[in-house]
């Protein structure tokens, strides 16, 4: 099985290429995967997850633009670019399993944040990209896994466990319950397996 | 007097919404966006409270002119209608490579990066005004949860809403406690209003009919004000 994790600059992102290849997988970078020619992808991991300091205001303290388009090029933009360029080796795959990386302070319902305003609500854009993505992918077989990584609070080798575990486990329930099958239903888990609500 | 001040007003919805504060004896700030429109400036003919004001919601000094403006005739606000919308693309598609991702830009900033620094410019007109009520147009393409099964796309207008809903939320924790109450609405399937005041035959509701269901609302004080909710001219919650 093929794995393109697309960022390779985090704690994060070198234990999750650690952990997939120890279990056998051929762990790729972008560009590993544009110079080799690789015929096919099996999973897209897209560790896309930009935070930018001068993004950490309150909206007393002036609102800060151009932050918020650098945070929103990098997590949006970016990630559907992204998508786009390895879709035609994805849809080659047999895995044809889609990850990308959020936050809970990302969720609309949960969240109690009053800064970062850019990183929130790219966060949001890219939850209801992914969304449409879904409906327009799940018929051709794809399925997807938005995963909170935990920083801060989880250590990044738990946090790769944790994601290596939630993304090649079949989420399905035996009986195949579309109300409660994750196969079925986009869910946003964190790395100790809570979901959150959008 | 109490005032409002009510963006995308040339037509539709916005323009419902000045009729409607116009006849409660509301000073209305008017943004107008749309220079082939001309209904805001009939209107303004027969009320002399309706001020028209110039306002791009996707140009950080065209938003930074309309507070100076408003600040100088009327050094406060008790309402902000956030209404301006833009659609955005349709042909942004994954497997029609290139994305027009500027698409997606261009409809964020004005639909969800808009309303932010309008609330942020507004704020302190706002702590002068005696309601300290924020009023969002969103829309049911925003439910993240809903939109499983409903299409795959075009992709731009849906998450820019799925953004101002977050926006909203933010803005509802960090400003509640002070006093400001906010209200998110779904308007449904208007028809447009044409230039010469006519109406397209296309859709489901007319602009002045959700406009009347909307200001009522706005206007209402209600009993949970803590509760950050989107609800529909049916008072239905849509979930996020």
């Given at each position: 099985?093929?794995?393109?994790?697309?960022?390779?600059?985090?704690?994060?992102?070198?234990?999750?290429?650690?952990?997939?290849?120890?279990?056998?997988?051929?762990?790729?970078t972008?560009?590993?995967?544009?110079?080799?020619?690789?015929?096919?992808?099996?999973?897209?991991?897209?560790?896309?997850?930009?935070?930018?300091?001068?993004?950490?205001?309150?909206?007393?303290?002036?609102?800060?633009?151009?932050?918020?388009?650098?945070?929103?090029?990098?997590?949006?933009?970016?990630?559907?670019?992204?998508?786009?360029?390895?879709?035609?080796?994805?849809?080659?795959?047999?895995?044809?399993?889609?990850?990308?990386?959020?936050?809970?302070?990302?969720?609309?319902?949960?969240?109690?944040?009053?800064?970062?305003?850019?990183?929130n609500?790219s966060?949001?854009?890219?939850?209801?990209?992914?969304?449409?993505?879904?409906?327009?992918?799940?018929?051709?077989?794809?399925?997807?896994?938005?995963?909170?990584?935990?920083?801060?609070?989880?250590?990044?080798?738990?946090?790769?466990?944790?994601?290596?575990?939630?993304?090649?486990?079949?989420?399905?329930?035996?009986n195949?319950?579309?109300?409660?099958?994750?196969?079925?239903?986009?869910?946003?888990?964190?790395?100790?397996g809570?979901?959150?609500?959008? | 007097?109490?005032?409002?001040?009510?963006?995308g007003?040339?037509?539709?919805?916005?323009?419902?919404?000045?009729?409607?504060?116009?006849?409660?004896?509301?000073?209305?700030?008017?943004?107008?966006?749309?220079?082939?429109?001309?209904?805001?400036?009939?209107?303004?003919?027969?009320?002399?409270?309706?001020?028209v004001?110039?306002?791009d919601?996707?140009?950080?000094?065209?938003?930074?002119?309309?507070?100076?403006?408003?600040?100088?005739?009327?050094?406060?606000?008790?309402?902000?209608?956030?209404?301006?919308?833009?659609m955005?693309?349709?042909?942004?598609?994954?497997?029609?490579?290139?994305m027009?991702?500027?698409?997606?830009?261009?409809?964020?900033?004005?639909?969800?990066?808009?309303?932010?620094?309008?609330?942020?410019?507004?704020l302190?007109?706002m702590?002068?005004?005696?309601?300290?009520?924020?009023?969002?147009?969103?829309?049911?393409?925003?439910?993240?949860?809903?939109?499983?099964?409903?299409?795959?796309?075009?992709?731009?207008?849906?998450?820019?809403?799925?953004?101002?809903?977050?926006?909203?939320?933010?803005?509802?924790?960090?400003?509640?406690?002070?006093?400001?109450?906010?209200?998110?609405?779904h308007?449904?399937?208007?028809k447009?209003?044409?230039a010469?005041?006519?109406?397209?035959?296309?859709?489901r509701?007319?602009?002045?009919?959700?406009?009347?269901?909307?200001?009522?609302?706005?206007?209402?004080?209600l009993?949970?004000?803590?509760?950050?909710?989107?609800v529909?001219?049916?008072?239905?919650?849509?979930?996020?």
């Open positions: 099985m093929n794995v393109l994790i697309t960022g390779n600059l985090t704690e994060f992102e070198n234990n999750l290429a650690e952990v997939f290849t120890r279990e056998g997988y051929k762990v790729f972008q560009d590993e995967a544009r110079e080799l020619g690789i015929p096919r992808l099996d999973y897209l991991i897209d560790t896309t997850d930009n935070r930018d300091e001068a993004d950490r205001f309150t909206l007393d303290e002036g609102f800060g633009g151009e932050a918020v388009e650098r945070v929103f090029r990098g997590n949006v933009l970016r990630s559907m670019a992204l998508l786009e360029t390895f879709l035609p080796l994805l849809d080659k795959g047999e895995g044809k399993r889609l990850v990308y990386l959020s936050s809970a302070e990302a969720s609309i319902n949960a969240t109690r944040a009053v800064k970062s305003f850019g990183y609500m966060k949001a854009a890219l939850h209801q990209f992914i969304q449409l993505t879904r409906n327009k992918l799940a018929p051709k077989g794809y399925t997807f896994r938005v995963f909170d990584p935990m920083a801060g609070e989880v250590t990044p080798q738990a946090a790769a466990e944790s994601a290596y575990n939630y993304i090649t486990r079949r989420r399905g329930t035996e195949h319950d579309p109300l409660r099958d994750d196969e079925e239903n986009m869910v946003m888990r964190d790395a100790m809570r979901q959150y609500a959008w | 007097m109490r005032s409002v001040l009510i963006t007003a040339d037509r539709g919805l916005g323009l419902s919404l000045c009729k409607e504060y116009l006849g409660r004896g509301f000073t209305v700030f008017a943004g107008k966006y749309m220079e082939d429109y001309t209904l805001l400036e009939d209107l303004g003919e027969k009320d002399q409270n309706l001020c004001i110039w306002l919601m996707g140009c950080e000094k065209s938003i930074k002119n309309a507070v100076s403006a408003v600040t100088e005739i009327a050094g406060r606000l008790d309402m902000l209608i956030s209404n301006a919308a833009l955005g693309k349709f042909d942004c598609d994954l497997y029609a490579p290139p027009d991702l500027e698409a997606v830009w261009d409809t964020f900033r004005v639909n969800a990066l808009g309303p932010m620094r309008l609330a942020e410019g507004f302190p007109l702590e002068r005004g005696g309601d300290k009520r924020l009023c969002f147009v969103s829309s049911e393409v925003g439910c993240i949860a809903l939109m499983k099964h409903r299409g795959d796309g075009p992709y731009p207008y849906p998450m820019s809403k799925a953004a101002l809903n977050m926006g909203v939320r933010m803005l509802h924790n960090h400003l509640y406690e002070r006093g400001y109450t906010f209200r998110l609405f308007p449904g399937w208007m447009r209003r044409m010469d005041g006519s109406l397209s035959e296309t859709a509701f007319d602009p002045d009919d959700i406009g009347r269901i909307a200001a009522r609302y706005f206007d209402k004080n009993g949970d004000e803590h509760r950050l909710v989107m529909d001219y049916s008072r239905y919650e849509w979930p996020f």
